[in-house]
């Protein structure tokens, strides 16, 4: 049956260095689109991302909310390219204080950025409201890498009530860890936002690193991919304990794997 698939990538190659993250954020969407589904993808404004050579613009009528992030606005850029090999037309979310003349989780020197969990927050904030102004209403929401990780606890608590994310289903990918350090001390009261309440972190441990957001975003989630070979077990132990539909590392060739367990997640 065909589905509406809404992938929220950490990277997608060309538009950042090829890693097994955006060669996966590229191929993942291609390959399902391919197989007949309708899919829309998002990815953050990295500061690394050439706009001229990627071809990138700013869609106004997307653009122009304020995000409150710890009582601070911050202005929601939305940008649009296409892929033109494989037809895929990709959302960057973008913001001065987050993305603009800044790399991605760490700087120049190899620093993680201490505010790497803010950061996550606003794109998860970005992405969702751009979906609902797209008046597009996604069957399943498949989130790879870290970056990602708030969306399904927002999915599940701030926008449960939104039409366009009433009945969708989430998927999150793990893959191995590349964070250095945690995401900054405040991230459980940036967190908090319309039903996604303080006391839905109690369970977490207050220095909120890799593995504590991946557990987030596994409790929330309806089904949990295991995207490599090097994932950290415990990770994957934590979703076959808590009975999270977990499918293991299928390898290269994923496609029918990844559609099957869609399909599974939908209760087809």
Not at 209 to 225: P, T
Not at 253 to 265: C, G, L, W
């Amino acid at each position: 049956m065909t589905k509406k698939i809404l992938f929220i990538n950490q990277e997608i190659s060309p538009y950042v260095p090829e890693s097994e993250l955006s060669l996966m954020g590229r191929k993942l969407p291609q390959a399902i689109q391919e197989k007949g589904h309708e899919i829309r993808t998002f990815m953050p404004k990295w500061g690394n991302i050439n706009e001229r050579r990627g071809q990138l613009h700013e869609v106004i009528r997307l653009s122009g909310m304020n995000l409150i992030i710890d009582d601070t606005d911050h202005p929601l850029i939305i940008k649009v390219a296409s892929i033109q090999a494989s037809r895929i037309q990709v959302y960057f979310i973008d913001n001065d204080d987050y993305f603009a003349k800044r790399l991605m989780a760490a700087d120049e020197n190899g620093n993680d950025y201490t505010d790497n969990g803010e950061r996550a927050i606003f794109f998860a904030r970005g992405v969702l409201e751009t979906v609902k102004k797209l008046r597009w209403v996604p069957d399943i929401i498949h989130c790879q890498g870290w970056m990602s990780s708030v969306i399904p606890l927002y999915v599940k608590t701030a926008y449960h009530d939104e039409p366009s994310f009433t009945n969708t289903k989430v998927v999150t990918s793990l893959f191995a860890n590349e964070l250095k350090n945690d995401l900054g001390e405040n991230v459980k009261k940036c967190l908090e936002f319309r039903d996604a309440t303080a006391d839905l972190f109690t369970k977490y441990k207050d220095s909120f690193d890799f593995n504590e957001l991946e557990k987030l975003a596994i409790d929330y989630s309806d089904g949990v991919i295991e995207a490599g070979n090097n994932v950290d077990s415990e990770l994957i132990q934590y979703a076959e304990s808590n009975n999270i539909p977990l499918l293991k590392y299928p390898g290269e060739d994923f496609t029918e794997h990844y559609e099957s367990f869609y399909d599974k997640i939908c209760g087809e």
